[in-house]
């Protein structure tokens, strides 16, 4: 069992480049999400999954897109990033209601917007 | 909405000191209380949790009790080791989605 895997791990973009992010767990789990850390500020939900081909809005979905084609990947997309998405981004999943609320995270992605 | 405040850090204590790291938090109804930790360069694991008042999660020797009445789940531990460093948060989620909302994190650094 891999668990929560991340690729890329790390990533330098311009201003105005695009890329996506992919998270992939073999858990079989229900429920996704993605976070941003920065300094100070914990961790904050850009957007989650509680299903395949469902997605919603976290607490700051701005600038990015997700795709939750298959029920083990978890993309996150930035159309044109910008130096305000410097970050290091964590995917995480849950079973779904029936777990015991544990959240199994990636190792992250850092990725610097210059 | 729903937060939690952690005690601003850095800490750092001697080897085999006494920890304790202040959680508060804000939410209507009863929300589920966890401490995650983050050792350098990884990503987040679960340490302990508690899922309803008056428990007390422990794990590692870490100890944590849900109090309802002060809105607390205070961090503690009678004996640190230098292994104990890193990166702790103070989580709360409610509802069925499950989103976890962190506190800002507190940086433990323990000197041998």
């Known amino acids: 069992n891999a668990g929560v895997t991340q690729t890329p791990k790390f990533r330098v973009l311009k201003t105005g480049q695009s890329m996506t992010l992919l998270c992939a767990q073999d858990m079989n789990h229900e429920y996704m999400y993605w976070y941003r850390q920065d300094p100070g500020m914990g961790l904050r939900l850009i957007h989650y999954s509680v299903g395949e081909g469902t997605t919603a809005k976290g607490e700051v979905p701005d600038g990015y897109n997700v795709s939750r084609l298959k029920k083990q990947n978890f993309l996150l997309g930035l159309e044109s990033a910008a130096p305000s998405q410097t970050s290091v981004y964590f995917c995480?999943?849950?079973?779904?209601?029936?777990?015991?609320?544990?959240?199994?995270f990636g190792p992250g992605t850092r990725l610097t917007v210059l | 909405g729903d937060s939690v405040t952690q005690m601003e850090g850095p800490v750092t204590l001697s080897e085999e000191a006494f920890l304790t790291i202040n959680c508060t938090y804000t939410a209507t109804g009863y929300p589920s209380l966890f401490w995650y930790v983050q050792y350098p360069g990884e990503g987040l694991q679960l340490l302990l949790k508690?899922?309803?008042?008056?428990d007390k999660g422990s794990n590692k020797g870490f100890e944590a009790t849900y109090r309802k009445e002060t809105t607390s789940f205070h961090l503690e531990k009678g004996s640190v080791q230098v292994s104990d460093s890193a990166v702790y948060f103070c989580a709360l989620t409610r509802g069925g989605a499950q989103k976890l909302v962190f506190g800002q994190g507190t940086r433990l650094t323990i000197n041998p």
């Open positions: 508690a899922t309803k008042a008056d």
């Open positions: 995480a999943s849950i079973p779904g209601l029936a777990g015991t609320g544990e959240q199994f």
